[in-house]
């Protein structure tokens, strides 16, 4: 979460867009790459993906510990959830793999907290109430970290960049779907690269 100030979430739909369109991502200064397992090419990105240099290739859209374990044995080095549930939580704990899982409210939070979890995506984020409703939030969870995720894109980032415990944002703006335009994603994830404050 502290590597970038933007974790694509990135959805892959031919396998061979994955290694060009990671390789853009990181020359562009965002190493820390999310695949969404939403598709048949998602675990053949990620063992692709891997051998791109610098990339640290991740799963989301993990729901369950069978997912996990797929995810696992492509390679993937964290995992991302739109939820929170104990199995998976439990699971990803025992695997020793960073976990990011999604919450959306005090409740959500607290379970994390029983099972030992500090660090949390707020999905969806804009959906959720925006940036006040995580300011709301997070004031009674002082300890706790975030990765605001759903809704987010290149105007609105940087407001929650600014809330200190916000350590990054995911958002699929810097990887758009289909063939990777290289270029224009190099372009995307520099300019993303450079917006913590
Ligand atoms: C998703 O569900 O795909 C992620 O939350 C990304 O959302 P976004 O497309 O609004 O960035």
Do not use: Y
């Amino acid at each position: 979460m502290r590597m970038a100030p933007v974790i694509p979430v990135i959805v892959v739909d031919e396998v061979e867009h994955a290694v060009p369109l990671a390789e853009a991502l990181v020359a562009g200064g965002l190493r820390v790459l999310e695949v969404t397992m939403r598709t048949p090419a998602a675990l053949p990105a990620i063992a692709a993906m891997k051998q791109v240099p610098g990339a640290v290739v991740g799963a989301g859209t993990v729901t369950n510990p069978d997912e996990l374990e797929d995810a696992l044995t492509a390679g993937s080095e964290f995992i991302v959830s739109p939820g929170l549930t104990e199995p998976l939580a439990r699971a990803c704990i025992g695997a020793q793999v960073p976990f990011l899982p999604g919450i959306a409210n005090a409740s959500d939070i607290m379970r994390g907290l029983d099972l030992g979890l500090r660090h949390f995506k707020f999905f969806p984020a804009m959906a959720a109430g925006g940036l006040p409703a995580l300011k709301a939030l997070a004031a009674p969870f002082g300890q706790c970290l975030f990765c605001p995720t759903g809704g987010i894109g290149p105007d609105n980032a940087g407001e929650w960049l600014a809330f200190p415990p916000v350590l990054c944002v995911g958002g699929s703006w810097v990887a758009p779907r289909g063939a990777p335009d290289t270029h224009k994603i190099e372009t995307l994830a520099r300019e993303a690269s450079g917006m913590r404050p």
